[in-house]
């Protein structure tokens, strides 16, 4: 199994950029389709963004295309989410997650097999 620590979050203004980080310890990334889920105080948890175990594919919710940015280090076993043009409805904790799948190309991760224990990110208006 693999073990997941997001890293990263923090207080920050509208229209700032911020960068979090998942850990994965346990399992090489590789071997899972990664993603990134928030939820805001109130709310469900929602969808962000995910990638293909081989990196090829990437899907993201339409509140953060062309915004939001999933990346992963296979070297450092990371995976990452570049946030820029935050904005206050952003502020949630934001989990990573890990989804075992058989196709190195799926980023199909709804329901998936591990997650992180999650990190804060507010934006301010």
């Known amino acids: 199994q693999v073990q997941l620590v997001e890293s990263g979050g923090g207080l920050v203004q509208a229209g700032d950029s911020l960068r979090l980080s998942c850990a994965a310890s346990?399992?090489?990334?590789?071997?899972?389709?990664m993603g990134w889920f928030r939820q805001a105080p109130g709310k469900e948890r929602e969808f962000v963004t995910s990638i293909s175990r081989n990196g090829v594919n990437t899907v993201a919710a339409d509140s953060v295309k062309g915004r939001f940015t999933i990346s992963t280090d296979s070297a450092k076993n990371t995976v990452y989410l570049q946030m820029n043009s935050l904005k206050p409805e952003d502020t949630a904790v934001y989990h990573c997650?890990?989804?075992?799948?058989?196709?190195?190309?799926?980023?199909?991760?709804?329901?998936?097999?591990?997650w992180g224990q999650g990190t804060q990110v507010t934006v301010s208006s």
């Open positions: 346990g399992r090489p990334i590789s071997s899972y389709a």
């Open positions: 997650a890990a989804a075992r799948r058989n196709s190195a190309y799926s980023t199909f991760v709804i329901n998936p097999d591990y």
